[in-house]
C-alpha cells in the first residue's frame, strides 16, 4: 500500500512537471511568433553600420523603423536574422501603399542586390529632376536652400579625420536637416572616378526614388547611377522613426560593463 503510494505521488509530480515544461516552451514560441509578426508587420530594428548618414544618424544607432508607413512589398515579409532575402509571400508591387514624403529617412533593399539594406533620406520623387552643382543641390532647377552651421574637425570611430563644413538644408516641402560636406568642387566616391558634387541631371523614372546621404561626400546613392541609382518603390522596407539605443561606434552593443562609458544617453529615444 505505501509502496503504490509513493508511486503514485512520484507519477503525479512528473506528470506535473512535464506540464510545466510543455507550458514553458508554449510561451516561448508564443513570444517568438508575436515577436516576428510585429518584425514583419510593425517595427523592425536596423542598426548604422556606416558613416553616409552622419550627423543625424551615428555608427552605433539603433533604430525602429515602420514598416505600415508606405504599405508594404515583398521585402516586407523578408528577414535577413532567417535568411530570409526576397520574402516568404513572393508577390510584385506594394498594397496598402502610401506614398513617401520628400525628406523622409527611409529604408531600402539596394537595387541589384536586395540582399543590402540601405538608409538614406529621399530626395527625389517620380518625373522630379535632380542635380548637384558645386557641392549644390539642385530640384527642378530650383537651387535647395542651405545655410551654413558650423565647421566641424572630427576623428571617427575608425581613426579617420573629417575635416569640413554642415549645413541646414531645407527642401521645397520645408524639411530641414544637417548636412556634411567636406568640400564643394573636388571628385568624391568610387575612388575618385566620379564627381558626386558635379553631376548630370538625373529625371526620376515613375515609381522610383532619388536617395542621398546626408554625409554628402561620403554616401553611396543614387547619384551613383550604376551602384544604386534610382531606388523602385517595391524596394522601400519602411520609415525610420526613432533612435531606441546608441552607443560609441568603436564599441560593442553586447559590453554591458561599458555601457556607462560608451553609450550615448543623448541620443535614447530620439525621434527622427
Wanted: proline share 4%; no cysteine; charged share 25%.
Amino acid at each position: 500500500m505505501e509502496g503504490n503510494g509513493l508511486m503514485s505521488v512520484t507519477n503525479e509530480t512528473k506528470k506535473k512537471d512535464d506540464g510545466g515544461l510543455l507550458e514553458m516552451v508554449w510561451i516561448i514560441v508564443q513570444a517568438i511568433v508575436l515577436a516576428l509578426l510585429v518584425q514583419m508587420f510593425l517595427f523592425q530594428p536596423f542598426n548604422i553600420p556606416s558613416g553616409s548618414m552622419e550627423h543625424t544618424l551615428r555608427v552605433g544607432d539603433y533604430l525602429f523603423v515602420s514598416k505600415w508607413s508606405y504599405g508594404y512589398s515583398r521585402y516586407s515579409f523578408s528577414n535577413n536574422f532567417l535568411g530570409i532575402q526576397k520574402g516568404i509571400i513572393p508577390f510584385s508591387g506594394r498594397i496598402f501603399g502610401s506614398d513617401p514624403k520628400r525628406g523622409d529617412i527611409v529604408v531600402f533593399r539596394k537595387p541589384h542586390e536586395e540582399e543590402i539594406d540601405y538608409i538614406k533620406r529621399l530626395i527625389g520623387l517620380p518625373g522630379d529632376k535632380i542635380q548637384v552643382k558645386h557641392g549644390v543641390l539642385f530640384i527642378n532647377g530650383e537651387e535647395v536652400k542651405r545655410t551654413f552651421d558650423k565647421n566641424f574637425d572630427e576623428i571617427d570611430y575608425r581613426g579617420d579625420r573629417s575635416v569640413g563644413k554642415q549645413y541646414t538644408e531645407t527642401l521645397p516641402n520645408g524639411v530641414t536637416y544637417h548636412v556634411l560636406k567636406l568640400r564643394d568642387d573636388a571628385p568624391t566616391g568610387m575612388g575618385g572616378e566620379f564627381d558626386a558634387n558635379n553631376t548630370q541631371v538625373y529625371e526620376v523614372p515613375p515609381g522610383h526614388y532619388f536617395m542621398m546621404g546626408d554625409n554628402r561626400d561620403n554616401s553611396a546613392d543614387s547619384r551613383f547611377i550604376n551602384d544604386v541609382g534610382y531606388v523602385p518603390a517595391e524596394n522601400l522596407i519602411g520609415k525610420a522613426q526613432v533612435i531606441f539605443f546608441s552607443h560609441e561606434g568603436d564599441s560593442a552593443i553586447w559590453k554591458i560593463w561599458n555601457w556607462p562609458w560608451t553609450v550615448r544617453f543623448d541620443r535614447l529615444l530620439k525621434l527622427l
